[in-house]
């Protein structure tokens, strides 16, 4: 007892004195923090509130107005509410896929591939619009394809799409372990290739027989919804991937092999084992990601073409209500994707309580930073 | 690393192909556009629409304005990193998670309410255009709002090197007589170092990026306070696909180069690690 006590009171000791060696004195801590505070309120809180103040100017009435009233608003509001899950649910079918590939295998030109995902984090949301811009506007590369008959790659396209559909549904339905499988099971290759031919076969000839597609007339990509689309979804790109990559890493593949031997498909793999463990992970990139892609400004303006009413997301009504000076108007807007933000920030607050992989992980905060 | 043999789990070949497809549709097909076009004009051409008078000035307010704001932010960062890790005050909490609003709010959003508290009825314009502080539709304007941008990158690279530093290091520094501020500077700010620069990298890259907040508080004068991604939109906007381009092309290279720069910073600063 006594020799244990006396082994201990040093160690108190000791932790008091490294405490009173890292304790900044009195006057310092206060000053710093108040000047923390106040960086933190003049930077972000006094805006934040000014939103909000400018927003109701016109009080409750004038500023559900200014939202509900003005019908280049709404449809400004509900093309944001299309093109974003659209662009989401794209790049969660990337961030899946590029996961498990880069997570669960070795292979050759596996790092150049993980930085190739962060490309769009540095390329300038004004230059991502331009790309599209040179490719499918009307003097880019196919542009006077898609003026005179855009709609004759429909059915070709729907029809690939049907083709990855089908290929991606037989390989996760495919009995993983040999020895559940099937006489036809065991030939991937001619299955695949046999099968995706029928299934193009069946659908081309089902357009162009029933003549889905108009003829000879122009498919805009540039200054609709598509160009949108397509903007959105390559600055969003990599926050899905970036956030299950790391997860799936800490999490290991010992229990989706111990499925495997047990005789599970690929499907019931991943969706009695993957999904459950990487949940929170994938909540938390598309939260990070939604909230990118709904206030993306750069690379949708330059592809817009700002046809009020038609290609004017919400961040693209802001810039054109307050070129109007139409401030309140433009506020209004600005405080539903104020509200948002802050809703994103409470839920990541939330989960990165959930996410116990992240604690061990080699750098994650660093990683995060990069919204 | 948790990778297994390919043979194992199924699925390699879908999920790489689909990975590498993807990619090549949304990113690298469209950069090699950007590339291929700036590559069908000729020397001449290129040169002249790189190096306008106007061109020039762009680069070097965008370079010149992401540059200060990212020094100003690595002070402000590593301020508020040794705030939130070392001191406890009521709040904290929130202004820990205030710090990343900066993130989460549109770009655009955070221009609009810049320019309208700067201007001279403003809530703070009205104190700082009488001292003759124009925080609005002036250059420092933009150095303003790319702080606010950038604010989240220094704090979240420090801040976990912070919190996981030795505190028998500057108990021995206190131990052999070395001052507080000493300890800080000779002990401390050593091991910061790699994080710093890695959140000053990613701050200076997010800064030369920047459009949709700069758009709303530089007021876009040629000249005096037009960034670079602007005067790709005005090119734009005159239809002068090629000049646009060869624009980009140069924002391109210079932020492909300081990925890789970010890049060797940050295995730089993990060389200890492994």
């Known amino acids: 007892?006594?020799?244990?006590?006396?082994?201990?009171?040093?160690?108190?000791?000791?932790?008091?004195?490294?405490?009173?060696?890292?304790?900044?004195?009195?006057?310092?801590?206060?000053?710093?923090?108040?000047?923390?505070?106040?960086?933190?309120?003049?930077?972000?809180?006094?805006?934040?509130?000014?939103?909000?103040?400018?927003?109701?100017?016109?009080?409750?009435?004038?500023?559900?107005?200014?939202?509900?009233?003005?019908p280049d608003t709404r449809h400004s509001i509900i093309l944001t509410l299309t093109v974003v899950p659209i662009a989401l649910v794209a790049n969660i079918i990337f961030g899946f896929m590029a996961a498990w590939a880069i997570a669960r295998f070795d292979f050759p030109g596996r790092t150049l591939l993980t930085a190739l995902i962060d490309l769009p984090f540095s390329v300038s949301p004004v230059v991502a619009g331009l790309m599209f811009v040179l490719i499918f506007g009307l003097q880019g590369y196919l542009g006077s394809f898609l003026r005179e008959d855009g709609y004759s790659v429909m059915p070709y396209l729907i029809s690939l799409l049907a083709v990855g559909?089908?290929?991606?549904?037989?390989?996760?339905?495919?009995?993983?372990?040999?020895?559940?499988?099937?006489?036809?099971?065991?030939?991937?290759?001619?299955v695949v290739l046999?099968?995706?031919?029928?299934?193009?076969?069946?659908?081309?000839?089902?357009?162009?027989?029933?003549?889905?597609?108009?003829?000879?007339?122009?498919?805009?990509?540039?200054?609709?919804?598509?160009?949108?689309?397509?903007?959105?979804?390559?600055?969003?790109?990599?926050?899905?991937a970036r956030e299950l990559i790391p997860v799936m890493e800490a999490v290991g593949p010992d229990e989706e092999l111990a499925a495997l031997s047990l005789g599970a498909s690929g499907w019931q793999i991943f969706r009695h084992i993957t999904v459950p463990n990487i949940k929170w992970g994938l909540v938390y990139g598309v939260i990070l990601c939604n909230a990118r892609a709904m206030g993306e400004f750069g690379a949708v303006y330059v592809v817009s073409g700002h046809i009020a009413g038609q290609t004017d997301t919400m961040p693209l009504r802001i810039e054109k209500l307050f070129q109007e000076y139409n401030l309140p108007g433009a506020f209004a807007v600005a405080s539903v994707l104020t509200l948002l933000a802050i809703l994103t920030l409470m839920a990541k607050i939330k989960l990165e309580r959930k996410v116990p992989s992240r604690a061990n992980l080699s750098e994650p905060k660093t990683k995060e930073a990069r919204l | 690393m948790a990778s297994v043999n390919r043979r194992v789990l199924p699925g390699f070949s879908l999920t790489l192909g689909y990975t590498v497809f993807y990619l090549s549709i949304l990113v690298l097909?469209?950069?090699?556009?950007?590339?291929?076009?700036?590559?069908?004009?000729?020397?001449?051409?290129f040169w002249h629409a790189v190096w306008t008078e106007r061109a020039r000035a762009a680069y070097l307010l965008t370079f010149g304005a992401a540059f200060v704001a990212a020094i100003v932010n690595l002070f402000l960062g590593l301020l508020l990193a040794w705030v939130l890790?070392?001191?406890?005050?009521?709040?904290?909490?929130?202004?820990?998670?205030?710090?990343?609003?900066p993130l989460a709010l549109p770009t655009a959003v955070g221009g609009l309410v810049y320019s309208s508290l700067y201007v001279q009825k403003g809530w703070l314009g009205q104190y700082l255009v009488p001292l003759g502080i124009q925080g609005a539709y002036s250059r420092f304007a933009i150095v303003l709002v790319l702080v606010f941008v950038g604010l989240p990158f220094v704090v979240r690279t420090v801040q976990p090197i912070l919190e996981d530093f030795d505190p028998e290091a500057e108990e021995a520094s206190a131990s052999l007589g070395g001052t507080r501020w000493q300890t800080f500077r000779n002990i401390i700010l050593p091991t910061l170092y790699p994080a710093l620069i890695t959140g000053f990298a990613l701050a200076f890259a997010r800064g030369v990026g920047e459009y949709g907040s700069v758009v709303f508080v530089s007021?876009?004068?040629?000249?005096?306070?037009?960034?670079?991604p602007i005067l790709i939109v005005a090119r734009l906007e005159e239809f002068a696909y090629g000049e646009a381009t060869a624009i980009a092309v140069v924002l391109l290279i210079i932020s492909f180069s300081m990925l890789v720069l970010i890049n060797l910073l940050e295995r730089w600063s993990m060389r200890y690690e492994h």
């Open chain 1, 165 to 190: 559909v089908f290929i991606l549904l037989f390989f996760l339905f495919r009995p993983a372990s040999p020895k559940t499988r099937h006489e036809l099971w065991n030939h991937p290759w001619t």
């Open chain 1, 1 to 70: 007892m006594n020799t244990e006590a006396a082994v201990q009171k040093p160690q108190a000791g000791a932790a008091a004195r490294i405490q009173r060696a890292r304790q900044d004195p009195t006057w310092v801590r206060w000053g710093l923090t108040l000047v923390a505070v106040a960086v933190v309120g003049v930077l972000v809180v006094i805006p934040v509130v000014n939103i909000f103040v400018q927003a109701l100017s016109d009080g409750v009435g004038g500023y559900w107005k200014n939202l509900v009233a003005d």
């Open chain 2, 219 to 228: 007021g876009n004068m040629p000249y005096k306070t037009e960034i670079a």
């Open chain 2, 29 to 45: 097909i469209p950069i090699t556009a950007c590339f291929f076009k700036a590559a069908s004009l000729s020397f001449q051409e």
């Open chain 1, 194 to 240: 046999v099968g995706s031919a029928g299934v193009f076969g069946l659908l081309f000839f089902l357009q162009v027989h029933f003549e889905v597609w108009p003829r000879n007339e122009s498919l805009k990509i540039i200054f609709a919804t598509p160009g949108l689309v397509l903007a959105t979804a390559f600055v969003t790109f990599p926050f899905v």
């Open chain 2, 85 to 101: 890790v070392r001191y406890t005050f009521p709040g904290k909490k929130l202004v820990d998670s205030l710090v990343d609003l």
